[in-house]
């Protein structure tokens, strides 16, 4: 199946594996994603009443995590270009019962809103699946106001040897397996592959967010270096 840009074989992707995206992440990760999104959120230090953004949301638990912290007096917008991912994450915030979740289709590349309105802009897994990072990055930097702060959690690339190595292989050939077992759709989980692999290291993404303006970026690794939290704070 051709396709004439990478941002209609992402959205391909995933109006295709919608159903069993939540499962996949668990069998991917080992579950280790929500223990790390977990341990991000201590970071940020999110407070009752705060605005966020989670750009890029999927099927919505950053969004309904930042939900819980900002509260009833708080505001949360998750944005998706997936009509499909969307449902599942509306399905998930009415079972939460969170009115303070608005769910938005929308393109991260083009964010709907004004320059300087959330307290927190944040996107999880969802940034090596843009046609151009750095125009996210703005994007997120633009709408994100003074004093606060926009974070990515991504995969990334381990640096040691041998563990390097054996992430490539689990990557390339473990992942597409599991998502013809799983989910039926080899090729939309080889393409999970692809934009991990070509996804910038830590180093390379944190100069990404000085690129874009941020003036201090915080970096933590999990897994050995295979994901990364970037934590940038407009001054």
Not at 137 to 146: A, F
Not at 150 to 171: A, D
Not at 185 to 196: I, K
């Amino acid at each position: 199946m051709g396709f004439s840009s990478k941002e209609e074989r992402v959205h391909h992707v995933f109006e295709r594996i919608y159903e069993n995206y939540d499962s996949m992440n668990s069998v991917i990760s080992f579950k280790q994603h929500t223990l790390w999104r977990k341990d991000v959120m201590k970071r940020m230090h999110v407070s009752p009443g705060d605005s966020a953004l989670d750009v890029c949301c999927g099927t919505g638990d950053w969004a309904i995590s930042l939900a819980k912290a900002v509260g009833a007096e708080g505001k949360v917008i998750g944005l998706d270009f997936s009509e499909n991912m969307l449902s599942i994450a509306r399905e998930k915030g009415k079972q939460e019962q969170l009115d303070e979740i608005e769910w938005m289709h929308g393109n991260a590349m083009e964010l709907p809103f004004d320059d300087n309105q959330f307290d927190y802009v944040t996107i999880g897994f969802g940034l090596r699946n843009v046609p151009d990072y750095m125009a996210v990055l703005k994007e997120m930097y633009r709408v994100v106001k003074p004093g606060g702060m926009v974070v990515c959690l991504e995969t990334s690339q381990p640096t040691l040897i041998g563990y390097r190595q054996l992430y490539y292989f689990y990557f390339r050939f473990i992942m597409p397996l599991f998502g013809k077992v799983f989910a039926k759709s080899y090729q939309e989980y080889s393409w999970l592959q692809e934009s991990a692999k070509d996804f910038p290291g830590k180093d390379k993404l944190k100069q990404m967010f000085f690129d874009a303006g941020f003036k201090h970026v915080d970096v933590k690794m999990y897994a050995g270096g295979g994901a990364a939290m970037h934590m940038g704070h407009k001054s």
